[in-house]
């Protein structure tokens, strides 16, 4: 157990600030670094003084007026939860129609009435050119039709089919190849390649189901990789937390989530949490103390590091600082990056995002066993990949001109920023350490090194409403039926 884990000890850190430098969280710290021979950080002391004085600072805001403050916010928000949940529940005859009233009324009370009306008339024209066929969303549909026959014809022909190697890919594996890479080649032909030639028509169609399924193959066009890197061995995690007060307690229950997973880990585990002078950041909304963070990982070994919040920034100016930490180029070696979401958010979104968050837990630490032998072969992975160019990205810039320094933005992320990346594909980058100081940067971030074809999706690829509660609902099936690889099979 660490120093922080105590209750008792907390109460005498923040009356006796020490003066010597000893480590913050020290336990598990110092446990790895002697046996793993890791560096220790040198400024541990300095950053159980930022805790002494952010307690400090929550302590002198005034009491008396924080009663008043606190209802005008939350107040508002948990009665018109309680009024929308009774007017328009999500379930039953007319769910559809509510869940889009309440979706429009979230947007007005969060965005204004100019952004529903742009929002409301963009997804009036995609319903309509998507209800004709037109468009891109129309030819999408077509290819992820035609994909799905031919993914369904290839785990039904799997234990035919004689594969050079112990195991075969997985149906998800081969349905992101399929997607990503082959349907956009001038080389596919429906069902075969034409690099892959065969006497007959079945015979090029065998081969190419013999390279999609043989791991170890690569594409004859150079595209997907065939290549793995070493098993991995450890596994890191990189955790920002700002425990924003909520009336649905988002920041407990994100901690409680990763609690669950937290034995993934066997790595580094470097938590970021965020404070706020006087513990409030205005408007009525108020952040919990830096120990009620402490207090909720108690009995975990975890590294603490405190921060100042930058309400404009957010966790931009923090990212980069721990994951100096952990970097190596160690091809053994991965780390995941998350942080607790939706705590800035009054509502949540409809339920969109909570299910959304759900998703992101459970897609990225359930499936480790699945996620450890893809990220041999892919130097990312996660869910929910958008692609295309969002404005929130852009700060004004023509799309021409999005860099940052002399590199490209390869114009994808990954929606909600939990992500995976394989230290030696990430840490070898010689510009890795570099990144724009704005909101949404640790979103973008992948995107300056890593092309779309190669970051993996394990599930909801092409995300491109992520706040709409069905994206969450329709693929569930379809998910289910390829979130498992092909079993194992031995060579013939």
Not at 71 to 79: A, D, E, M, N
Not at 145 to 161: D, F, K, P, Q
Not at 211 to 217: E, G, Q, T, V
Not at 360 to 377: G, P, Q, V
Request: glycine share 8%; net charge positive.
């Amino acid at each position: 157990m660490s120093d922080l884990d105590r209750p008792s000890d907390l109460l005498h850190l923040f009356s006796n600030p020490p003066s010597d430098g000893t480590a913050l969280g020290g336990g598990a710290h110092a446990q790895s670094s002697a046996t793993m021979g890791e560096l220790q950080p040198t400024n541990e002391g300095q950053l159980r003084r930022q805790l002494h004085e952010a307690h400090g600072q929550f302590e002198q805001t005034p009491r008396k007026s924080e009663p008043i403050r606190q209802s005008l916010g939350y107040k508002f928000v948990g009665r018109a939860e309680r009024v929308l949940d009774a007017l328009l529940p999500s379930t039953g005859r007319f769910g559809a129609v509510h869940r889009a009233l309440r979706n429009a009324f979230e947007v007005w009370v969060e965005d204004g009435l100019v952004t529903l009306g742009v929002r409301s008339t963009s997804k009036l024209a995609r319903a309509f050119g998507q209800a004709l066929g037109l468009g891109i969303e129309g030819r999408r549909a077509w290819a992820a039709a035609r994909r799905e026959v031919l993914i369904r014809s290839i785990a039904g022909s799997a234990e035919s089919i004689d594969v050079d190697g112990h195991t075969c890919r997985g149906l998800t594996e081969i349905a992101h190849i399929l997607g990503r890479d082959c349907q956009q080649c001038s080389h596919f032909r429906h069902s075969s390649c034409s690099l892959a030639p065969g006497d007959t028509d079945a015979a090029a169609r065998r081969k190419f189901r013999e390279l999609l399924l043989d791991r170890s193959a690569d594409c004859p066009a150079g595209i997907w990789p065939g290549r793995e890197s070493p098993p991995l061995k450890r596994l890191n995690l990189v955790y920002f937390v700002f425990p924003l007060r909520h009336p649905e307690q988002v920041w407990q229950w994100n901690v409680a989530e990763l609690l669950k997973r937290l034995p993934v880990f066997n790595g580094r585990r470097i938590v970021t949490v965020a404070t706020a002078p006087g513990g409030s950041i205005g408007k009525g909304r108020f952040v919990d103390p830096p120990e009620a963070v402490v207090e909720a990982f108690a009995g975990h070994d975890v590294e603490f590091r405190f921060v100042p919040n930058d309400p404009l920034r957010q966790e931009a100016p923090h990212f980069l600082t721990a994951m100096r930490e952990l970097a190596s180029t160690d091809p053994t070696e991965a780390v995941f990056y998350a942080h607790a979401k939706g705590v800035t958010r009054p509502i949540q979104g409809g339920e969109a995002i909570r299910v959304w968050t759900t998703a992101m837990y459970r897609h990225n630490l359930d499936r480790i066993d699945e996620i450890a032998d893809l990220l041999r072969r892919w130097p990312c992975v996660g869910i929910a990949k958008k692609y295309g160019y969002p404005e929130m990205f852009v700060k004004g810039r023509a799309r021409r001109a999005w860099s940052e320094g002399d590199r490209p933005w390869h114009g994808w992320h990954y929606a909600g920023t939990f992500w995976w990346a394989r230290h030696d594909a990430l840490f070898s980058r010689p510009d890795w350490n570099q990144i724009e100081l704005f909101a949404y940067a640790t979103e973008k971030y992948l995107a300056n090194f890593f092309r779309a074809d190669e970051a993996f999706c394990l599930a909801y690829d092409d995300c491109a409403r992520p706040y709409d509660l069905a994206t969450w609902r329709s693929d569930a099936d379809s998910e289910q039926r390829t979130s498992h690889p092909v079993s194992r099979r031995k060579a013939a």
